[in-house]
């Protein structure tokens, strides 16, 4: 059956047990083999683990890393953490243009033909128009003389 | 104190001081590279994880708040960044020698007196026989208080603690009777 003490144990090995808990912690740990072994191993895990020197970092190099990471496009919303509801806002809208614009492009009713359709010019029917016209004239003539 | 300092320093690297970055990581990087180095036991993957690590919270200090504790996230920035690590199909590297050499203690008598008698290294190498949870509390307590390791493992601090003492159970287990008292 496991020591009741053992997480006292384990907050003993690393210097976290309440002072007013140590010296009762200390009374039991002489006569509790487990607890003594849980501080045994704690310290070889410690010594064992050693800290390593850290090697050297160039801050600025960082920084710079940062800048070009960070690529902020919408620079005038830089630093309104209140506002980042602004870029969903923004997607919301250009997505509801978007379906508007379809909308109204296949459904809006078109002229038959369009304005912009090339005129096509049928000789025929200017030679036509013409001597009609003619005919009309010499008619206008005839009556004249008559009268 | 300590606190007030570092929230100043937060807010000096979220104005744009770069230096004031090297302060704030001053006091944490040798616990910092030694957890990362650890727990990937290659030099050189620690000093890359170590850099990115670096990189990451530089980049995400404009959205960390200032009441919260900033050593238990610069912990939890580098355990994703040595889940990455792993992720990406590395593996372990064995220490070299010279390496582990290194990493006898010069503390107090009755402490040299307990590891005397034993090799570290073999040590080390139960410590990495162990499975990746249990190796992972073992290595982030020399690093971190109990607070901030149930922080980092987002955990009631009971649950930190009865994590540590499976693990150090393993460990006794696997070390046996040549480590015992």
């Given at each position: 059956?496991p ?14 047990l309440?002072d007013?808990k140590?010296?009762?912690f ?8 487990e607890?003594q ?10 010594a064992?683990?050693a ?19 960070s ?6 919303l ?8 602004v870029?969903p806002?923004?997607a ?5 243009l978007a379906?508007?614009f ?17 005129v ?11 001597t ?16 | 104190m300590?606190?007030i300092?570092e ?25 910092l590279?030694s957890f ?5 036991k290659?030099e ?22 200032e009441e ?54 073999n040590?080390l ?8 949870k ?25 649950t ?16 046996g ?5």
């Amino acid at each position: 059956m496991p020591c009741k003490q053992e997480n006292n144990a384990l907050l003993y090995a690393y210097g976290e047990l309440e002072d007013a808990k140590t010296p009762a912690f200390l009374e039991h740990l002489k006569n509790c083999k487990e607890c003594q072994n849980i501080l045994h191993i704690c310290a070889l895990t410690t010594a064992t683990l050693a800290p390593k020197t850290a090697p050297e970092f160039c801050v600025p190099q960082i920084h710079a890393a940062e800048v070009k990471t960070s690529g902020f496009k919408f620079g005038f919303l830089k630093g309104m953490h209140g506002l980042r509801w602004v870029y969903p806002a923004f997607a919301m809208c250009a997505f509801a243009l978007a379906i508007g614009f379809t909308a109204f492009e296949f459904t809006a009713k078109k002229p038959l033909v369009s304005i912009k359709q090339p005129v096509s010019l049928n000789l025929e029917d200017i030679d036509t128009d013409l001597t009609d016209l003619e005919t009309e004239i010499d008619d206008l003539f005839s009556y004249m003389e008559e009268l | 104190m300590k606190e007030i300092n570092e929230q100043e320093i937060i807010k000096e690297v979220k104005n744009g001081n770069a230096e004031a970055f090297g302060l704030l990581v001053e006091q944490y990087k040798e616990s910092l590279f030694s957890f990362i180095f650890y727990s990937v036991k290659n030099e050189a993957a620690a000093q890359d994880i170590y850099q990115d690590t670096l990189v990451k919270v530089l980049t995400k200090l404009k959205d960390y708040h200032e009441e919260g504790n900033f050593k238990a996230w610069l912990f939890t920035v580098a355990r994703n960044k040595i889940t990455d690590y792993f992720r990406a199909g590395n593996k372990f590297a064995s220490l070299p020698e010279d390496e582990s050499a290194d990493i006898f203690p010069s503390k107090e008598n009755t402490e040299k007196d307990v590891i005397s008698k034993i090799s570290l290294d073999n040590i080390l190498e139960k410590i990495e026989e162990l499975p990746e949870k249990d190796k992972e509390i073992i290595l982030l307590r020399q690093y971190l208080s109990f607070k901030e390791i149930a922080e980092v493992l987002n955990c009631p601090l009971g649950t930190a603690l009865a994590r540590l003492n499976r693990a150090i159970k393993k460990l006794q287990n696997s070390l046996g009777e040549e480590y015992a008292l």
